[in-house]
């Protein structure tokens, strides 16, 4: 185990109707001028969104609202929301929604006390961001899909879209105040965006668990094992079952443990596969995050098992339940890494980029410029950490994904 400080401030209300409590728990952390912010999809049409203004402005809070935010958060949405909240006043921020609603959130958070452009926080050179949050406007969220795992993480992903550029910034002043979760309100999902969000939530503890050859951590190994294992089952339940609560819930409540720090305690993190996806929607911005990570971690799993054997065979015989062949072990990995696609497959999403909407065949071009584009890790100008990826390798990852 490494050396490690684990924060996760963000206090989880969970429960049916806990959204009720949303005006008292903004107040609590000081807010009177709130922005609601929301994609403008199911949510506002259902009238929810619109049912949360009236009972914040019940509850003595003013309310400006903002829509529109897209998959794939854009930077445009951002600066729209900055000046909005100046202009209004607005001292607290909340977000109605899922991953892209909550990054969205946080990048205008994170700009509105800040003098320069808040694309500062995004971009690097060498590896060095252009500038480091100092300050952000607080902000608490209303989950309404269980995927990103944002409404607890330090994380906030946002595309500049006329340069199809994804970059994130990674820091605790990021982290929400609450989050509220009524795993009711996921009920009436798309079954693709269940899909999509389980993949997310599995991909946010893969990127934990596979780590360098040499590390090894008893405990979070098994908190990673029950959030796959927690994953699966419950995807199983939820494509004949979209409205079984007790799945909704443990879903719910996976989607923020997986990526609060919790399951990456003292290990290595690889994000190798994360880092290749975002250049993936960034290129073809309709593709869902969740959906790239189908394509992408299966291929990424074949080209760098040899590097971590024992990890892969481990998580082979306890979490995929392939039989150990100590003659081939080689073939325990693969049969696992087949049996994950084909549990992907059954989830109806693609598991290959030709497969992916927008995308189809994708010439070498296409290829090395998203591969050169891959936030870079290390000094030799490489990513991951189970295996050291140059851009040849994720021409070839993205090769193996076609």
């Known amino acids: 185990m490494n050396d490690y400080t684990f924060l996760s401030p963000t206090r989880l209300i969970v429960g049916k109707e806990a959204e009720k409590e949303t005006g008292k728990w903004i107040k609590e952390f000081g807010g009177t001028c709130v922005l609601v912010h929301h994609d403008s999809g199911f949510i506002k049409q259902n009238g929810f969104v619109d ?111 006329d340069e199809n550029l994804k970059r994130f910034c990674d820091d605790d002043i990021n982290r929400a105040k609450f989050a509220i979760e009524n795993p009711e309100l996921t009920m009436t999902l798309p079954s693709f965006q269940t899909a999509c969000g389980i993949i997310d939530i599995m991909s946010h503890s893969m990127e934990r668990y596979f ?18 294992h927690t994953c ?6 939820l494509m004949k079952e979209p409205d079984n609560y007790e799945a909704r819930a443990s879903i719910m409540v996976a989607s923020s443990l997986s990526h609060n720090g919790l399951t990456g305690m003292g290990r290595t993190g690889d994000w190798a596969s994360h880092f290749i996806e975002h250049e993936l929607s960034g290129e073809f911005q309709t593709v869902t995050h969740g959906a790239g990570l189908a394509v992408v971690t299966p291929a990424w799993m074949r ?61 070498d071009e296409t290829l090395y410029r998203m591969a050169r584009r891959v936030r870079v890790v290390h000094d030799d100008g490489t990513v991951g950490w189970v295996k050291r990826l140059t851009t040849e390798d ?8 076609m």
């Open 51 to 161: 049912k949360m203004i009236n009972m914040l402005k019940e509850d003595g809070l003013k309310v400006v609202e903002l829509g529109g935010v897209v998959s794939n958060p854009h930077l445009s949405k951002v600066y729209e929301g900055i000046e909005l909240c100046r202009k209004e006043g607005v001292d607290f921020l909340l977000a109605i929604g899922g991953g892209s609603v909550i990054d969205s959130t946080k990048a205008i958070a994170m700009g509105l006390p800040y003098a320069g452009d808040v694309w500062d926080f995004f971009i690097e050179e060498d590896g060095i961001p252009h500038d480091v949050p100092k300050k952000s406007t607080p902000l608490g969220v209303i989950l309404t899909i269980a995927a990103t795992g944002s409404e607890c993480s330090n994380s906030c992903v946002i595309t500049k879209a």
């Open 211 to 228: 780590t360098p050859e040499k590390e090894n951590d008893i405990l979070t190994d098994y908190l990673c094992e029950a959030i796959f």
């Open 232 to 237: 699966m089952d419950c995807a199983r339940i």
């Open 303 to 363: 080209y760098v098992y040899k590097d971590n054997m024992d990890k892969f065979v481990k998580w082979a015989t306890r979490v995929m339940g392939v039989s150990m062949d100590y003659t081939n072990p080689e073939y325990t990995v693969l049969e696992a890494i087949d049996r994950l696609e084909d549990f992907f497959k059954h989830l109806n999403v693609p598991t290959k980029l030709a497969e992916c909407p927008g995308v189809g065949n994708i010439d």
């Open 394 to 401: 994720i021409v070839n990852i993205f090769k193996l994904a």
